[in-house]
């Protein structure tokens, strides 16, 4: 198989309205929406507001995706209910919820929300004289999504309406909200899988009542990874503590081995709250060595020509000492 891919553009020069567009093309290709739950212009951004239902039977089985453009970034944060006449954030049988519970401000809901500092910026640079793009992966209900303004680039994924989770997990919507977005991050020698958009009344890693700094932060889901042999007398591996360790074979470690090599592995899953892997067309996989540390986002990894190939969704280039590049990658080809 591989997975079915749609670019969506904006070419320089570009409008806020023409870059929320490109956003919501995405998503309606993943079938995350049909059309925008709520659209608005505010505090120099324009606001859309995405819902999704993960369960429509129980309390807390909406989720909504606030997101804030402008011509220079992009932000987003959760809420648990929205008021469209008002257009503000609310709770699940109350007017308008508890501030950090119901949506990461600290204000109440009849105050300035729409403050840009109380959303999650995506860790990128954009410029309306910059061509961008937002390339959508899907393969089997799950769209992983890749977004690009010159050198910067940011990947994430959204939880679709038909994900699947553990029984425990599910059952829990009834007191608590679904955090479906996330990011791989490539540190190390290890693929993490990051969970963002932490409330208080999230059901993953719900943030306690400590700082409210802590609103929204990131928190790893699930770690796989790769050893990583810097030099042919030592060992700096992925410790099995902070990460699942995947096998390898490296000339330095193995004579035996004729020459370096790493499994291309799938059916991996991006957190134990889920009921189900990852699509077999989404598989990460490690580089070493210097030539391996030169790339770039979207980059092609051949295994065989015209049979099976992938694109590059998440790297992190580590030097000229023999590092492992650790990989996410999409199947193309195939």
Excluded at 42 to 56: F, L, P, Q
Excluded at 106 to 125: E, F, G, I, Q, W
Aim: glycine fraction near 8%; aromatic fraction near 14%; include cysteine.
């Amino acid at each position: 198989m591989a997975v079915s891919k749609q670019i969506s553009t904006c070419l320089a020069p570009w409008n806020v309205s023409q870059l929320a567009d490109m956003f919501r093309d995405a998503f309606i290709g993943a079938g995350l929406m049909t059309a925008w739950f709520d659209s608005f212009t505010g505090s120099g951004y324009e606001h859309r507001i995405m819902k999704v239902t993960y369960d429509s039977t129980k309390t807390y089985g909406d989720t909504y995706y606030w997101w804030m453009f402008n011509g220079s970034e992009a932000r987003v944060s959760l809420c648990t209910g929205w008021d469209s006449a008002n257009r503000i954030p609310r709770g699940v049988g109350t007017t308008f919820g508890s501030p950090r519970l119901d949506w990461q401000n600290s204000s109440a809901a009849t105050s300035a929300v729409a403050v840009a500092t109380s959303h999650t910026l995506l860790p990128m640079n954009l410029s309306s004289s910059t061509n961008c793009s937002l390339t959508r992966y899907t393969s089997l209900g799950r769209s992983i999504f890749v977004v690009r303004s010159g050198l910067n680039w940011f990947n994430f994924s959204i939880d679709a309406p038909t994900t699947t989770f553990q029984t425990y997990y599910g059952a829990a919507l009834a007191g608590g909200t679904h955090n479906g977005m996330w990011k791989t991050i490539h540190d190390g020698s290890a693929v993490r899988f990051v969970n963002m958009l932490q409330t208080r009344r999230s059901l993953f890693a719900g943030v306690g009542y400590g700082s409210s700094s802590s609103i929204g932060k990131d928190v790893n889901m699930m770690a796989y990874g790769f050893t990583d042999v810097s030099y042919t007398n030592s060992y700096d591996g992925a410790y099995p503590d902070l990460a699942i360790s995947l096998p390898c074979w490296y000339t330095a470690s193995n004579p035996a081995q004729a020459s370096d090599f790493n499994p291309i592995f799938t059916n991996i899953r991006p957190g134990y709250h889920y009921a189900t892997d990852l699509p077999s067309d989404f598989a990460i996989t490690a580089f070493r060595g210097s030539s391996a540390n030169s790339l770039s986002i979207q980059d092609t990894v051949v295994v065989t020509s015209g049979v099976e190939e992938y694109e590059v969704l998440g790297f992190q280039n580590r030097g000229t000492n023999g590092q492992s590049n650790p990989l996410f990658l999409a199947r193309t080809v195939g």
